[in-house]
């Protein structure tokens, strides 16, 4: 039986990635973005994204290990570096697209920027305005990370948030999308201290 298996953000956090993984044996691994980056362990991560041949959507920290790889400050393997580098913005399958950030509630290609960090539409940067998620009104199930703030995002048939906080000692949280299951396995530790 096929199960497709969309993984939040990893954050390196590769022991509770390598649970979810053992635990559920997915056919297909799609990663949410921010896959390296204030986490324990890159290597492992790498392994773990080779080993089950995951794909991933680019992310906001993907971006930022790539810069600061080009300044000598490599936060995953070379390799990774260069996996990093080739993601595409989205991934789309039947009835489903993934994207880091959020999408452009119009329907129009995502830019970078949206597909990386949006979260509030149109303007990011004001508490006022609506969630991107909120004026969606595509067809399609948007599976999304990016959001450690405000945890499981379920707003199934439409959106799916799943953005838990891992790296700060929450949850990883995956969807397996032919039984429309969320699963979440805990942090073994708090690897970064959250952000206020």
């Known amino acids: 039986m096929s199960r497709t298996l969309f993984v939040g953000d990893v954050h390196s956090c590769s022991h509770e990635l390598g649970v979810m993984l053992d635990s559920v044996q997915p056919t297909r691994v799609i990663l949410l973005g921010d896959v390296f980056n204030k986490g324990p362990d890159p290597d492992g991560t ?3 994204v080779k080993r089950w ?3 991933s959507v680019l992310g906001n920290h993907d971006i930022a290990v790539i810069e600061r790889a080009r300044k000598g400050d490599v936060r995953a393997p070379e390799e990774a570096i ?3 580098a080739s993601l595409p913005l989205t991934i789309m399958g039947p009835g489903w697209v993934a994207v880091h950030g959020g999408l452009n509630p119009s329907g129009a290609e995502p830019t970078r920027k949206e597909a990386t960090t949006i979260r509030r539409w149109p303007d990011d940067t004001d508490p ?3 969630f991107w998620w909120e004026l969606y009104q595509g067809e399609r199930l948007v599976l ?3 959001d450690a703030m405000r945890g499981l995002q379920d707003h199934r048939p439409r959106t799916l948030g799943l953005d838990t906080g ?3 000692g929450n949850q990883l949280s ?3 999308l032919e039984t429309n299951s969320v699963i979440q396995i805990p942090a073994a530790a708090v690897y970064q201290p959250t952000r206020s």
């Open 46 to 48: 790498w392994e773990l």
């Open 128 to 130: 006022n305005h609506p």
């Open 144 to 146: 999304y990370g990016h």
């Open 53 to 55: 041949n995951a794909e």
């Open 174 to 176: 995956g969807y397996i």
């Open 166 to 168: 891992c790296v700060y």
């Open 82 to 84: 260069a996996w990093l």
